[in-house]
């Protein structure tokens, strides 16, 4: 996965921004940027730019004549997928994603129930076409494959909503199926039970069944809790 902006103050981050979710800084630690920079072999000026975006997730604040202060967790925006995906490359991965996975379980049965009522044609359509790849790369350890149809299944309900809450919610979703994936917290083949599950949600919004389609992909969400509990205790 890319991470954010490019180049020298890329690289930087893909360092000192994991370092920083995994704790290895405790908050309050003050890290001087000509020290980072002279660490880096990067000028100042990419370091500030480093700096900026980490500020922007509320990981650290820089203050004149004090330096880059780590915050404490509280502070972080748990909700960027940046951040999210730095978590989920570290120790912290077991609970990232049972905490993730139970804001997908309070949030996506009820965007199903509003995509059955809000759901346009194209958007049936395309929920559908998402449910079909994903049974296609269902078998033969064709992960990846059914990641891209899985991630996309998902977007289309929560924009189909019509909640603007809720589509927002869509990068957040993408990331911890991606993390389950290729952090090896998936079946070698998907549940067959769960792909199932996604066909006859596809199924309910088209016909307009609310209710049938929250309820089936409250199962979806549990049976994603369950998978945790054994993959990831």
Not at 59 to 75: F, H
Not at 96 to 108: D, I, P, Y
Request: overall charge negative; proline content about 4%.
């Amino acid at each position: 996965m890319s991470t954010p902006g490019r180049g020298l103050h890329g690289h930087v981050l893909d360092t000192l921004g994991p370092e920083i979710t995994a704790g290895e800084y405790s908050p309050g630690s003050v890290l001087r940027t000509d020290e980072l920079a002279q660490r880096f072999d990067v000028s100042r000026s990419v370091m500030r730019e480093a700096v900026r975006v980490l500020e922007s997730m509320h990981l650290v604040e820089s203050r004149r004549r004090v330096g880059v202060t780590v915050l404490p967790k509280s502070e972080w925006n748990v909700y960027d997928p940046q951040v999210i995906r730095w978590r989920l490359a570290g120790k912290d991965r077991p609970q990232q994603l049972r905490s993730l996975t139970m804001l997908r379980s309070a949030v996506e049965p009820v965007a199903a129930g509003l995509a059955a009522k809000n759901a346009n044609a194209d958007q049936c359509a395309a929920l559908t076409e998402c449910a079909l790849g994903m049974v296609a790369n269902s078998r033969g350890h064709k992960l990846e494959g059914y990641l891209v149809h899985d991630v996309a299944f998902h977007r289309v309900i929560l924009n189909a909503s019509g909640n603007e809450m809720f589509a927002r919610l869509g990068d957040v979703v993408a990331e911890v199926l991606a993390g389950r994936t290729h952090h090896d917290v998936m079946f070698h083949d998907p549940d067959p039970a769960a792909v199932t599950l996604h066909v006859q949600v596809a199924e309910a919004v088209r016909a307009g069944d609310a209710t049938r389609a929250e309820q089936l992909t409250r199962e979806i969400t549990v049976g994603a809790l369950e998978e945790l509990d054994i993959l990831a205790p």
